[in-house]
C-alpha cells in the first residue's frame, strides 16, 4: 500500500529563523528540513518543526525552489529583508481551504462601508491599547498626559517612536508570518479600490504597543543582532497581542455581515 509522506509542520517551541549577515548563503532542503550552506562549505540543518517563521536577506541568500516549495508545504512565511533592513515582500502561502476569517474580510470589505468600519476598529484597537498601557503604568501617567497621548494616538494615529527603524522590519515580519497562518492575505480591497492594508496596520498596532512602553529598551538597542534578540523576547512575552487584534477582527466583521 503506497504511504503518502506528509510534510512536517512547526511544532511547539518552533521559533523564527534569521538569515542574513555578510556572508553567502545557499538554501536548500531535504524532505524534512532547511539546509543552510554558507561560502566555507558549513551546513547547517533546521527541522521544519523547529521553524516558525524566516526572515531572510535579499543580496545574500540565494534559495533553491525546493526550499522555497518546502516551505509554502509546511505552512511557513518568508519576508525578505534588503540592506537597510527593510522588507521587501513576503511568501505566503496558497492554503487549499479559505480560512473563515478570511472570507469573513473578503465579505466585509466589498460592503459599501467596509473600509469605513474597517477604520473605526483600527481607532478602537488603538484605544484597547492605549486603555492597557494606561493600566500598566497608572502610578507615571498624568491625566493630562493621558489625555494628550489619547487624541495624538487613538484619533490621529501618532506616536513618539523611541526604538530604532529595524526592530519595526522586524515586526512586520512577524505579522506577515502570523496572517500567513491564518490564510490572510496581507490586503483586501473595497468596492471603489480602497484598500485595507492589513499587514502594515497590524504592525502599526504592536508597533505602537512596544513603543508606548519602551522605557529604557531603546537604549539597549546597539546593533542588528540586539535588536533581533530584543524583538524575539517581546514577541514571546506578548504572543497573545496579535492574536487578540485577530480575534476582534473577526468578531467586529462577523458583526457587520449581520447588521
Not at 48 to 77: F, N
Not at 100 to 112: D, G, I, K
Not at 159 to 182: D, G, I, K, M, W
Request: include cysteine; proline fraction near 4%; charge should be positive.
Amino acid at each position: 500500500m503506497l504511504k503518502i509522506k506528509r510534510t512536517p509542520k512547526p511544532g511547539p517551541g518552533a521559533r523564527a529563523l534569521y538569515l542574513g549577515g555578510r556572508e553567502p548563503k545557499r538554501v536548500s532542503c531535504t524532505d524534512e528540513a532547511l539546509v543552510v550552506t554558507n561560502a566555507r562549505a558549513q551546513v547547517m540543518r533546521f527541522p521544519l518543526a523547529r521553524v516558525a517563521r524566516v526572515v531572510s536577506s535579499t543580496d545574500v541568500v540565494d534559495w533553491s525552489g525546493g526550499a522555497l516549495a518546502l516551505c509554502m508545504r509546511a505552512g511557513i512565511g518568508i519576508t525578505w529583508l534588503d540592506t537597510r533592513g527593510q522588507a521587501m515582500g513576503s511568501m505566503y502561502v496558497q492554503t487549499r481551504s479559505t480560512a473563515s476569517l478570511a472570507t469573513v474580510l473578503e465579505l466585509w470589505a466589498e460592503r459599501a462601508d467596509g473600509i469605513q468600519l474597517y477604520q473605526h476598529w483600527l481607532r478602537a484597537r488603538r484605544m484597547d491599547t492605549l486603555v492597557r498601557w494606561h493600566q500598566e503604568h497608572a502610578e507615571v501617567v498624568t491625566p493630562q498626559q493621558w489625555e494628550a497621548t489619547k487624541r495624538e494616538y487613538v484619533y490621529a494615529s501618532q506616536f513618539t517612536v523611541h526604538l530604532p527603524e529595524p526592530l519595526r522590519h522586524l515586526c512586520l515580519a512577524y505579522v506577515a508570518a502570523q496572517l500567513n497562518s491564518h490564510g490572510l492575505t496581507p490586503q483586501l480591497w473595497g468596492p471603489r479600490l480602497e484598500n485595507m492594508d492589513l499587514d502594515e496596520d497590524l504592525c502599526n498596532l504592536l508597533w505602537a504597543e512596544m513603543n508606548l512602553s519602551a522605557g529604557t529598551l531603546a537604549d539597549k538597542v546597539q546593533d542588528d543582532a540586539t535588536a533581533t534578540q530584543l524583538f524575539e523576547r517581546w514577541s514571546a512575552r506578548n504572543a497573545s497581542a496579535l492574536t487578540l487584534h485577530l480575534v476582534h477582527l473577526h468578531r467586529t466583521a462577523l458583526k457587520a455581515m449581520h447588521t
